[in-house]
Protein backbone atom coordinates (compact mmCIF):
# COMPACT_ATOMS: atom_id res chain seq x y z
CA UNK A 1 0.00 0.00 0.00
CA UNK A 2 1.23 3.57 -0.91
CA UNK A 3 2.18 6.06 1.30
CA UNK A 4 -0.55 8.41 -0.33
CA UNK A 5 -2.81 5.46 0.48
CA UNK A 6 -1.74 5.01 4.22
CA UNK A 7 -2.53 8.70 5.15
CA UNK A 8 -5.81 8.70 3.11
CA UNK A 9 -6.60 5.75 5.30
CA UNK A 10 -5.62 7.06 8.54
CA UNK A 11 -7.10 10.82 7.78
CA UNK A 12 -10.94 8.61 7.24
CA UNK A 13 -10.21 6.48 10.18
CA UNK A 14 -9.81 9.77 12.20
CA UNK A 15 -12.56 11.16 10.79
CA UNK A 16 -14.79 8.35 11.78
CA UNK A 17 -13.49 8.02 14.93
CA UNK A 18 -13.84 12.08 15.53
CA UNK A 19 -17.77 11.68 14.14
CA UNK A 20 -18.39 8.92 16.54
CA UNK A 21 -16.88 10.72 19.53
CA UNK A 22 -19.56 14.22 18.53
CA UNK A 23 -22.40 11.71 18.23
CA UNK A 24 -21.78 10.67 21.63
CA UNK A 25 -20.39 14.25 22.98
CA UNK A 26 -21.74 17.17 20.68
CA UNK A 27 -19.61 19.52 22.90
CA UNK A 28 -16.90 18.87 21.02
CA UNK A 29 -18.20 20.08 18.17
CA UNK A 30 -19.10 23.57 19.70
CA UNK A 31 -16.16 25.14 17.68
CA UNK A 32 -16.78 23.65 14.64
CA UNK A 33 -19.30 25.12 12.18
CA UNK A 34 -21.34 22.95 9.80
CA UNK A 35 -21.58 25.49 6.81
CA UNK A 36 -22.58 24.09 3.72
CA UNK A 37 -19.44 24.85 2.24
CA UNK A 38 -17.77 22.57 4.74
CA UNK A 39 -20.42 19.79 4.05
CA UNK A 40 -19.90 20.14 0.27
CA UNK A 41 -15.97 19.77 0.88
CA UNK A 42 -15.83 16.98 2.69
CA UNK A 43 -18.08 15.13 -0.13
CA UNK A 44 -15.89 16.10 -2.68
CA UNK A 45 -12.97 15.05 -0.92
CA UNK A 46 -14.79 11.53 -0.30
CA UNK A 47 -16.17 11.19 -4.10
CA UNK A 48 -12.40 12.04 -4.79
CA UNK A 49 -11.20 9.43 -2.18
CA UNK A 50 -13.91 7.02 -3.99
CA UNK A 51 -12.74 8.13 -7.40
CA UNK A 52 -9.14 7.08 -7.06
CA UNK A 53 -10.15 3.50 -5.50
CA UNK A 54 -12.61 3.02 -8.69
CA UNK A 55 -9.26 3.99 -11.18
CA UNK A 56 -6.96 1.71 -9.10
CA UNK A 57 -9.18 -1.17 -9.70
CA UNK A 58 -9.55 -0.65 -12.99
CA UNK A 59 -5.61 -0.50 -13.52
CA UNK A 60 -5.27 -3.20 -11.92
CA UNK A 61 -4.31 -6.52 -14.11
CA UNK A 62 -7.39 -8.08 -13.74
CA UNK A 63 -5.23 -11.45 -13.04
CA UNK A 64 -7.87 -13.87 -10.66
CA UNK A 65 -5.84 -14.39 -7.70
CA UNK A 66 -3.77 -17.77 -7.94
CA UNK A 67 -6.35 -19.79 -5.06
CA UNK A 68 -5.03 -23.22 -3.92
CA UNK A 69 -6.70 -26.21 -5.77
CA UNK A 70 -8.98 -27.52 -3.05
CA UNK A 71 -8.82 -31.19 -1.82
CA UNK A 72 -10.53 -34.14 -3.75
CA UNK A 73 -11.71 -36.45 -2.49
CA UNK A 74 -10.23 -39.92 -2.82
CA UNK A 75 -11.68 -43.01 -3.78
CA UNK A 76 -11.68 -45.24 -0.94
CA UNK A 77 -12.68 -49.00 -1.54
CA UNK A 78 -15.48 -50.79 0.14
CA UNK A 79 -14.39 -53.37 2.34
CA UNK A 80 -15.95 -57.03 0.23
CA UNK A 81 -16.06 -54.78 -2.80
CA UNK A 82 -13.11 -57.29 -4.26
CA UNK A 83 -15.15 -60.31 -2.90
CA UNK A 84 -18.41 -59.05 -4.73
CA UNK A 85 -16.59 -58.47 -8.12
CA UNK A 86 -15.09 -62.30 -8.19
CA UNK A 87 -18.79 -63.46 -6.73
CA UNK A 88 -20.34 -61.58 -9.87
CA UNK A 89 -17.86 -63.46 -12.37
CA UNK A 90 -18.74 -66.45 -11.67
CA UNK A 91 -19.79 -68.18 -14.93
CA UNK A 92 -23.29 -69.34 -14.87
CA UNK A 93 -23.10 -73.22 -14.70
CA UNK A 94 -20.20 -73.16 -17.94
CA UNK A 95 -18.11 -75.39 -16.63
CA UNK A 96 -15.67 -74.16 -19.36
CA UNK A 97 -15.79 -70.95 -18.38
CA UNK A 98 -14.82 -69.07 -15.17
CA UNK A 99 -12.88 -71.97 -14.00
CA UNK A 100 -10.51 -69.38 -12.63
CA UNK A 101 -12.63 -67.28 -10.44
CA UNK A 102 -14.35 -70.06 -8.94
CA UNK A 103 -11.35 -71.48 -8.16
CA UNK A 104 -10.17 -68.09 -6.88
CA UNK A 105 -13.31 -68.24 -5.20
CA UNK A 106 -12.88 -71.22 -3.39
CA UNK A 107 -9.36 -70.67 -2.60
CA UNK A 108 -10.35 -67.33 -0.66
CA UNK A 109 -13.41 -68.94 1.32
CA UNK A 110 -11.16 -72.03 2.05
CA UNK A 111 -9.36 -69.65 3.80
CA UNK A 112 -11.19 -67.45 5.53
CA UNK A 113 -13.34 -70.65 6.77
CA UNK A 114 -10.48 -72.72 7.86
CA UNK A 115 -9.29 -69.12 10.13
CA UNK A 116 -13.29 -68.37 11.70
CA UNK A 117 -12.98 -72.26 12.43
CA UNK A 118 -9.71 -72.45 13.70
CA UNK A 119 -10.72 -69.02 15.93
CA UNK A 120 -14.04 -70.68 17.25
CA UNK A 121 -12.06 -73.09 18.63
CA UNK A 122 -11.47 -76.10 16.06
CA UNK A 123 -7.96 -77.02 15.30
CA UNK A 124 -7.41 -76.67 11.89
CA UNK A 125 -7.54 -80.68 10.71
CA UNK A 126 -10.96 -80.50 12.42
CA UNK A 127 -11.85 -77.39 10.72
CA UNK A 128 -10.90 -78.90 7.48
CA UNK A 129 -12.69 -81.98 8.31
CA UNK A 130 -15.58 -80.32 9.11
CA UNK A 131 -15.45 -78.29 5.70
CA UNK A 132 -14.97 -81.46 3.35
CA UNK A 133 -17.82 -83.27 5.66
CA UNK A 134 -20.28 -80.27 5.41
CA UNK A 135 -20.79 -80.12 9.23
CA UNK A 136 -19.94 -76.74 9.98
CA UNK A 137 -23.10 -75.00 9.44
CA UNK A 138 -26.96 -75.53 9.30
CA UNK A 139 -27.23 -74.08 6.00
CA UNK A 140 -26.87 -76.51 3.24
CA UNK A 141 -25.64 -74.00 0.64
CA UNK A 142 -23.28 -73.35 2.26
CA UNK A 143 -22.20 -76.36 3.66
CA UNK A 144 -22.25 -77.86 -0.35
CA UNK A 145 -19.51 -75.30 -1.16
CA UNK A 146 -16.97 -77.17 0.33
CA UNK A 147 -18.65 -80.90 0.49
CA UNK A 148 -20.30 -81.53 -2.76
CA UNK A 149 -22.08 -84.84 -0.78
CA UNK A 150 -23.87 -81.87 1.16
CA UNK A 151 -25.80 -80.73 -1.58
CA UNK A 152 -28.22 -83.15 -1.78
CA UNK A 153 -29.63 -82.05 2.11
CA UNK A 154 -30.83 -78.87 0.50
CA UNK A 155 -34.79 -79.66 0.83
CA UNK A 156 -36.81 -80.46 -2.75
CA UNK A 157 -38.66 -77.63 -2.73
CA UNK A 158 -35.89 -75.42 -2.51
CA UNK A 159 -33.88 -76.50 -5.52
CA UNK A 160 -37.00 -76.67 -7.55
CA UNK A 161 -37.26 -72.99 -6.05
CA UNK A 162 -33.42 -72.51 -7.43
CA UNK A 163 -33.50 -74.24 -10.39
CA UNK A 164 -35.56 -71.75 -11.75
CA UNK A 165 -33.87 -68.83 -10.12
CA UNK A 166 -31.14 -66.43 -12.56
CA UNK A 167 -28.41 -66.92 -9.55
CA UNK A 168 -25.63 -69.40 -10.88
CA UNK A 169 -25.30 -72.59 -8.10
CA UNK A 170 -21.99 -71.93 -7.65
CA UNK A 171 -22.74 -67.77 -6.70
CA UNK A 172 -25.38 -69.07 -4.82
CA UNK A 173 -23.51 -71.96 -2.25
CA UNK A 174 -20.44 -68.89 -2.59
CA UNK A 175 -22.54 -66.79 -1.10
CA UNK A 176 -24.46 -68.32 1.56
CA UNK A 177 -21.13 -70.12 2.76
CA UNK A 178 -19.64 -66.12 2.86
CA UNK A 179 -22.70 -65.45 4.62
CA UNK A 180 -22.53 -68.08 6.86
CA UNK A 181 -18.48 -67.63 8.18
CA UNK A 182 -19.98 -63.98 8.99
CA UNK A 183 -22.04 -65.36 11.07
CA UNK A 184 -19.90 -67.60 13.03
CA UNK A 185 -17.06 -64.65 13.09
CA UNK A 186 -19.56 -62.14 14.56
CA UNK A 187 -21.04 -64.74 17.15
CA UNK A 188 -17.11 -65.28 18.10
CA UNK A 189 -16.58 -61.57 18.41
CA UNK A 190 -19.51 -60.87 20.55
CA UNK A 191 -18.87 -63.45 23.15
Avoid at 44 to 54: D, K, P, R
Avoid at 85 to 101: C, H, I, N, P, T
Amino acid sequence: MSRARWLAVAGGVALVCWGLAVAVAPALADGVETTPALLTAVGLIALAGGGVAVHARFRADGDDPDLPTPETKRATPTPGAGFDEQLAALASGDRMRGARERRAVRDRLDELAVAVLVRKGDGESDAREALAAGTWTDDPYAAAFFAEARASDVPLEERLRTAFSAEPNGRRRARHAADALADIATRERER
